[in-house]
T-cell receptor, first 116, second 112 residues
């Protein structure tokens, strides 16, 4: 399967702990996005990378959140000192840039975080 | 700034009835528009997209949507609902091929 892969699929943690999620995009895609989705809401943009460069960060991404894409391939999203309000589904997506780019994103199945 | 409004957080139809899910967008430039579907515990799957070609766009699973600039709308329709169409549907807008901005979603329930 060459789709977007996310790990772990589920994470339960205690408040104050750190968690890290990993995303492996479709191999030829140079853009990688992170979104957060809470119950009853659509996905909310967090940040995106073009290759290894982080080009945009949402105000939703507080200083407890950090995302990296060190070699322009996989990406990690770390949340430090988790709070109950961080409980959500974290979605990763990838896409290609270029003349034919329409903004279509290809999504992984998400990583669900529960903070107790 | 771009935004998307989906009218109706829940829509219920009978099997075989018409499905109509409403989406209105706000964009300062001609947008790209998308409908995605999400089944429980799964990621988002693209149903269809409008990219400034034909205004009536056909997608997968018998869905289609019509771009109406005068109404700033991109409503999703399907002539005859199936039980398997029960899911959450998201409308999204993109400007110039950058990040997508999603609506809040509409949960479609199909009654037998």
């Amino acid at each position: 399967d060459t789709g977007v892969s996310q790990n772990p699929r589920h994470k339960i943690t205690k408040r104050g702990q750190n968690v890290t999620f990993r995303c492996d995009p479709i191999s030829e895609h140079n853009r990688l996005y992170w979104y957060r989705q809470t119950l009853g809401q659509g996905p909310e943009f967090l940040t995106y990378f073009q290759n290894e460069a982080q080009l945009e960060k949402s105000r939703l991404l507080s200083d407890r959140f950090s995302a990296e894409r060190p070699k322009g391939s996989f990406s990690t999203l770390e949340i430090q000192r988790t709070e109950q309000g961080d409980s959500a589904m974290y979605l990763c997506a990838s896409s290609l840039t270029g003349a034919s780019n329409t903004g279509e994103l290809f999504f992984g199945e998400g990583s669900r975080l529960t903070v107790l | 700034a771009q935004s998307v409004t989906q009218l109706g957080s829940h829509v219920s139809v009978s099997e075989g009835a018409l499905v109509l899910l409403r989406c209105n967008y706000s964009s300062s430039v001609p947008p790209y528009l998308f409908w995605y579907v999400q089944y429980p515990n799964q990621g988002l799957q693209l149903l269809l997209k409008y990219t400034s070609a034909a205004t009536l766009v056909k997608g997968i699973n018998g869905f289609e949507a019509e771009f109406k600039k005068s109404e700033t709308s991109f409503h999703l329709t399907k002539p005859s609902a199936h039980m398997s169409d029960a899911a959450e549907y998201f409308c999204a807008v993109s400007k110039g091929g950058n990040k997508l901005v999603f609506g809040a979603g509409t949960i479609l329930r199909v009654k037998s």
